[in-house]
């Protein structure tokens, strides 16, 4: 049984100080595993703020590279100073504004993989793959990037695999869950397809795009889906905290 897994993902929000009030107001939830993505300057004092506590660590961006003339990056060694486990690879944010592509995508993840940490792989279709019925093949093409060349003795210890509909992410609109569970599936059959069935059923998949409390049951009673990536919703300790809730609700 897969354990379920909500994370949130800060975005360009929340200084130090409002990270931390953060923390103490969120309780890491009994039944499920809780990660934060926080900017780079909040990590120090979340490092601080969880370390007695079940909520893991996560940074949104890095740099595939050991040390060197890179303005402006960050490496994998500068964030685990700070206990961060987990990157997000691949989010359509970058995809779009940073113009991150599937290749830098594969080599980010690898990297990650091979210093340790686990990242979590991000995808999804625009508004107009969906309505030419490109969805699933856009998301298993971008899949397919990463995994495709990556041996099963090279994955991280946990695969993880965010499906987030671009045209979901901030507008309010979610996926039906009935849809979201289509690609899903497909995203799990296709991991069978490259590493046998035992692999492909550990790994989690999630949903992400204005995921709220009001819809996370609905979600999560889907077969394929094992949690949420949240933005807007988890900008608020209490607002996040009932997400998982409900959501928890269908967990065990
Ligand atoms: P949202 O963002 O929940 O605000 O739609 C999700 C994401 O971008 O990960």
Not at 34 to 48: E, I, Q, S, W
């Amino acid at each position: 049984m897969r354990r379920p897994l909500f994370m949130a993902n800060w975005k360009m929000n929340k200084t130090a100080d409002e990270a931390k009030a953060f923390a103490s107001d969120f309780t890491a939830p009994k039944a499920a595993d809780a990660v934060v993505f926080a900017p780079f300057t909040a990590l120090p004092a979340l490092k601080d703020a969880f370390a007695n506590s079940d909520v893991a660590i996560g940074a949104q961006n890095f740099y595939p590279r050991e040390a060197g003339a890179f303005t402006g990056e960050i490496s994998l060694n500068m964030l685990s100073e700070y206990h961060v486990r987990y990157v997000l690879v691949g989010h359509s944010e970058r995809r779009q504004l940073f113009a991150e592509d599937d290749t830098l995508v594969a080599e980010k993840y690898t990297y990650a993989a091979g210093k340790g940490f686990i990242p979590v792989l991000c995808l999804g279709e625009t508004r107009e793959e969906r309505e030419l019925g490109m969805a699933q093949t856009r998301c298993v093409a971008q899949l397919n990037a990463v995994f495709e060349n990556l041996k099963a003795e090279d994955l991280p210890e946990e695969i993880i695999v965010a499906y987030e509909p671009i045209w979901a992410i901030g507008t309010g609109l979610t996926a039906t869950s009935a849809d979201a569970e289509v690609i899903a599936g497909a995203l799990r059959n296709r991991l069978t397809e490259l590493y046998g069935e035992t692999i492909a059923e550990q790994a989690r998949i999630l949903y992400g795009g204005s995921v709220k409390s009001e819809n996370s049951a609905e979600l999560m009673k889907e077969k394929n889906i094992d949690g949420a990536l949240v933005g807007g919703a988890s900008l608020q300790a209490d607002s996040f905290q009932a997400l998982i809730e409900k959501g928890c609700g269908f967990c065990d």
